[in-house]
């Protein structure tokens, strides 16, 4: 079992970044494949980074890429979200997930979630 917390969430203005957090319970962290999705008010989940078990394979949607950076430190049992740059349609509610399959693109192949950290951002 694998318990999930999101923070670092926040209001913020259209160009600026954040940095979300995820940190995960137990001792067998880096045995699964972290993501990260978001959900905006009306609108299905969807997914927007995922990272592999030791950190050396990202993916991204491509609303994302080049502008979020997923990385992890199973040290610390954590995995982060940098956001920059971000957008008005950037806003939504973001979750972290957890998978010991390599599906990672598939939100239906995450087992566990966390309760997720919402972001704002104004134009």
């Known amino acids: 079992q694998v318990q999930l917390v999101e923070s670092g969430g926040g209001l913020v203005q259209a160009g600026d970044s954040l940095r979300l957090s995820c940190a995960a319970s137990g001792r067998t962290f880096s045995s699964y494949y972290m993501g990260w999705f978001r959900q905006a008010s009306g609108k299905e989940r969807e997914f927007v980074a995922a990272?592999?078990?030791?950190?050396?394979?990202?993916y991204y949607a491509d609303s994302v890429k080049g502008r979020f950076t997923i990385s992890r430190d199973n040290a610390k049992n954590t995995v982060y979200l940098q956001m920059n740059s971000l957008r008005p349609e950037d806003t939504a509610d973001y979750y972290c997930?957890?998978?010991?399959?390599?599906?990672?693109?598939?939100?239906?192949?995450?087992?566990?979630w966390g309760q997720g950290t919402q972001v704002t951002v104004s134009s």
């Open positions: 990272i592999s078990r030791a950190g050396a394979r990202n």
């Open positions: 997930a957890a998978t010991a399959r390599a599906e990672l693109l598939d939100r239906q192949s995450y087992d566990y």
